[in-house]
């Protein structure tokens, strides 16, 4: 049974820190004096913030009704947003097994846990699907052992093993059956069915010929249950907002949450590219819907990844010829954003490699510039790496750089051997704000970690917290507080087109905050990380939190 919905109340929160982007200045780092907290509280009437002022005066005015809540000398934030994440392929991530190491004993291990965590032995080996995370495709040479590798761990029981970015993956021979994959069976555009020299299947399929496999993965949890864990686990990490890029059944479950009134969330769902035909069809309009759950983008493929080596570049990777995988064509997904934009739909386009984002870029001018418009920001997803005549491109176009900072620490090191001196233009994002783009900040989870105190330290630092300085990566891009807060707190809500002004501790803004355990201002930014959520709430509600 569903839980009941909780009713948005009265609450006065004082004694903390209060912080968005408008109060993001740090205090000095001396005397203890610097690093108390102001006295201004926050009153917060139905589902909207009423005033933040003084306490007294806020206590004075709201009268008995208001509920207090003692921040207890952490901090209050609004809700943040994660403006890229996969919502139920994340929640279903954290129960499946990951690879402890690149061997095939280390994935032997990893389907002796997937077997025991089922609870099956070997009792079920026909039926159920063994899928494992974490796959790194460079360390492998996968010609030479390729599924052989897969098919001695489960001989009967179909395996596929995700790489690390999502979008490669491997299969053994019982897997490969059960998707009817063969020797006979096709390339698709924008992806590849891996062969050895002799032309026998290795098990590997990149890109688009990964959906081959991934749509026929089996999981036992309903949708809905999924998505609930998924929205309790965001809160848990301080978000209140999404924007979802599953390729799930997210879409109905969130109807049915929403319709029970117990989607405790606000929700931006996108349309797939092959979808379009069907939206159009529908009179889908991007920011149709209620404050709660709404229509965003539609979604396309520029290109692949820098962990596979299929992210579009101008020019090859270092030491070799290759310059990755055009997933959708130029042409046509231009002609696509110009199909969406005469609809009434945005458009959201994955571009990771520099000619990727200029093609992106160029996608989104197309309508533009015969007198189009689109309803929301269209946006490009990553920009990991992007040409310095581009980055002036997305204030002229009003797209929004839609990135995730926490792959600047996961992917640095691969950054450095594939692309060279051309990481002077990656993760680029002060660059990008110096030229005028507007940052939105989000996580790809589950391809990296969630939670926008690692996003701000990443962005802040350039490096992880508990890393030294000299594993920073290219600190001339690091981005100040306040443009890390804007990045996560306000340009996703302007993204999504809310109606309830979001974002900001300020008088009519919409009552979605978040409770931290520390002060976050008189913490140093290499220990954000360690801070805790105590509580959420989505317009002026408090929410459960997924621990």
Same mark, same amino acid.
């Given at each position: 049974?569903?839980?009941?919905?909780?009713?948005?109340?009265?609450?006065?929160?004082?004694?903390?820190?209060?912080?968005?982007?408008?109060?993001?200045?740090?205090?000095?780092? *001396?005397? %203890?004096?610097?690093?108390?907290?102001?006295?201004?509280?926050?009153?917060?009437?139905?589902?909207? =913030?009423?005033?933040?002022?003084?306490?007294?005066?806020?206590?004075?005015?709201?009268?008995?009704?208001?509920?207090?809540?003692?921040?207890?000398?952490?901090?209050?934030?609004?809700?943040?947003?994660?403006? *890229?994440? *996969?919502?139920?392929?994340?929640?279903?991530?954290?129960?499946?097994?990951?690879?402890?190491?690149?061997?095939?004993?280390?994935?032997?291990?990893?389907?002796?846990?997937?077997?025991?965590?089922?609870?099956?032995?070997?009792?079920?080996?026909?039926?159920?699907?063994?899928? $494992?995370?974490?796959?790194?495709?460079?360390?492998?040479?996968?010609?030479?052992?390729?599924?052989?590798?897969?098919?001695?761990?489960?001989?009967?029981?179909?395996?596929?093993?995700?790489?690390?970015?999502?979008?490669?993956?491997?299969?053994?021979?019982?897997?490969?059956?059960?998707?009817?994959?063969?020797?006979?069976?096709?390339?698709?555009?924008?992806?590849?069915?891996?062969?050895?020299?002799?032309?026998?299947?290795?098990?590997?399929? =990149?890109?688009?010929?990964?959906?081959?496999?991934?749509?026929?993965?089996?999981?036992?949890?309903?949708?809905?249950?999924?998505?609930?864990?998924?929205?309790?686990?965001?809160?848990?990490?301080?978000?209140?907002?999404?924007?979802?890029?599953?390729?799930?059944?997210?879409?109905?479950?969130?109807?049915?949450?929403?319709?029970?009134?117990?989607?405790?969330?606000?929700?931006?769902?996108?349309?797939?590219?092959?979808?379009?035909?069907?939206? $159009?069809?529908?009179?889908?309009?991007?920011?149709?819907?209620?404050?709660?759950?709404?229509?965003?983008?539609?979604?396309?493929?520029?290109?692949?990844?820098?962990?596979?080596?299929?992210?579009?570049?101008?020019?090859?990777?270092?030491?070799?010829?290759?310059?990755?995988?055009?997933?959708?064509?130029?042409?046509?997904?231009?002609?696509?954003?110009?199909?969406?934009?005469?609809?009434?739909?945005?458009?959201?386009?994955?571009?990771?490699?520099?000619?990727?984002?200029?093609?992106?870029?160029?996608?989104?001018?197309?309508?533009?510039?015969?007198?189009?418009?689109?309803?929301?920001? +269209?946006?490009?997803?990553?920009?990991?790496?992007?040409?310095?005549?581009?980055?002036?491109?997305?204030?002229?176009?009003?797209? $929004?750089?839609?990135?995730?900072? =926490?792959?600047?620490?996961?992917?640095?090191?691969?950054?450095?051997?594939?692309?060279?001196?051309?990481?002077?233009?990656?993760?680029?994002?002060?660059?990008?704000?110096?030229?005028?783009?507007?940052?939105?900040?989000?996580?790809?989870? +589950?391809?990296?970690?969630?939670?926008?105190?690692?996003? =701000?330290?990443?962005?802040?630092?350039?490096?992880?917290?508990?890393? /030294?300085?000299?594993?920073?990566?290219?600190?001339?891009?690091?981005?100040?507080?306040?443009?890390?807060?804007?990045?996560?707190?306000?340009? /996703?809500?302007?993204?999504?087109?809310?109606?309830?002004?979001?974002?900001?501790?300020?008088?009519?803004?919409?009552?979605?905050?978040?409770?931290?355990?520390?002060?976050?201002?008189?913490?140093?930014?290499?220990?954000?990380?360690?801070?805790?959520?105590?509580?959420?709430?989505? %317009?002026?509600?408090?929410?459960?939190?997924?621990?």
């Amino acid at each position: 049974m569903s839980p009941r919905a909780p009713r948005a109340g009265e609450f006065l929160f004082y004694n903390g820190r209060l912080l968005d982007a408008t109060r993001a200045a740090r205090p000095p780092r *001396h005397g %203890a004096a610097a690093h108390r907290p102001p006295r201004d509280a926050v009153w917060v009437k139905g589902e909207r =913030i009423e005033a933040v002022g003084p306490l007294a005066e806020l206590r004075r005015r709201a009268g008995r009704a208001v509920e207090p809540v003692d921040l207890e000398g952490g901090t209050l934030t609004p809700g943040f947003t994660d403006a *890229h994440i *996969h919502l139920v392929t994340w929640i279903r991530a954290l129960d499946e097994p990951w690879l402890d190491e690149q061997t095939p004993e280390g994935i032997a291990r990893a389907a002796a846990a997937r077997r025991s965590a089922r609870g099956g032995g070997g009792r079920d080996s026909g039926d159920a699907w063994i899928a $494992i995370r974490g796959w790194v495709p460079r360390e492998w040479e996968l010609s030479r052992r390729a599924r052989a590798t897969l098919d001695r761990v489960a001989p009967d029981r179909p395996l596929v093993l995700y790489a690390v970015d999502g979008h490669s993956v491997w299969a053994n021979r019982a897997a490969l059956v059960r998707a009817g994959v063969d020797e006979r069976t096709a390339s698709p555009s924008g992806g590849v069915i891996e062969r050895d020299p002799g032309g026998r299947l290795t098990g590997v399929l =990149i890109e688009d010929a990964a959906n081959l496999v991934r749509s026929r993965v089996a999981h036992g949890e309903d949708p809905e249950e999924s998505l609930r864990r998924a929205l309790g686990k965001a809160r848990s990490l301080g978000i209140t907002s999404a924007h979802d890029y599953d390729r799930s059944a997210t879409w109905r479950a969130a109807q049915d949450l929403d319709r029970a009134g117990t989607l405790g969330f606000r929700l931006l769902l996108s349309v797939p590219l092959a979808s379009l035909d069907h939206a $159009i069809a529908l009179g889908l309009r991007s920011g149709a819907g209620n404050e709660r759950l709404r229509i965003g983008a539609v979604k396309m493929f520029a290109d692949g990844t820098l962990g596979s080596a299929t992210a579009l570049l101008e020019a090859p990777y270092e030491g070799g010829r290759a310059a990755g995988i055009e997933v959708t064509a130029a042409d046509a997904m231009a002609e696509a954003c110009q199909r969406a934009a005469q609809a009434g739909l945005t458009v959201a386009i994955h571009a990771i490699g520099d000619r990727a984002v200029r093609h992106a870029l160029d996608a989104i001018e197309k309508p533009l510039r015969r007198g189009g418009s689109y309803p929301l920001p +269209p946006r490009v997803e990553h920009v990991q790496l992007a040409r310095l005549e581009d980055m002036g491109r997305f204030r002229a176009l009003g797209a $929004i750089a839609s990135v995730q900072p =926490i792959h600047l620490v996961t992917d640095r090191d691969v950054a450095r051997r594939h692309w060279g001196a051309r990481t002077e233009r990656s993760y680029a994002y002060r660059r990008l704000e110096a030229a005028g783009a507007r940052l939105a900040f989000g996580s790809d989870a +589950p391809f990296d970690r969630a939670g926008p105190l690692l996003a =701000i330290q990443a962005a802040l630092l350039r490096r992880a917290g508990d890393e /030294p300085e000299e594993r920073a990566f290219h600190v001339e891009q690091r981005l100040t507080l306040t443009q890390a807060l804007r990045a996560h707190l306000e340009t /996703p809500h302007r993204a999504a087109g809310w109606k309830t002004p979001l974002g900001r501790l300020a008088p009519g803004y919409g009552a979605d905050l978040a409770q931290f355990d520390h002060d976050l201002l008189a913490l140093p930014a290499d220990s954000w990380h360690r801070a805790k959520v105590r509580a959420v709430w989505v %317009a002026g509600s408090p929410e459960h939190l997924e621990k």
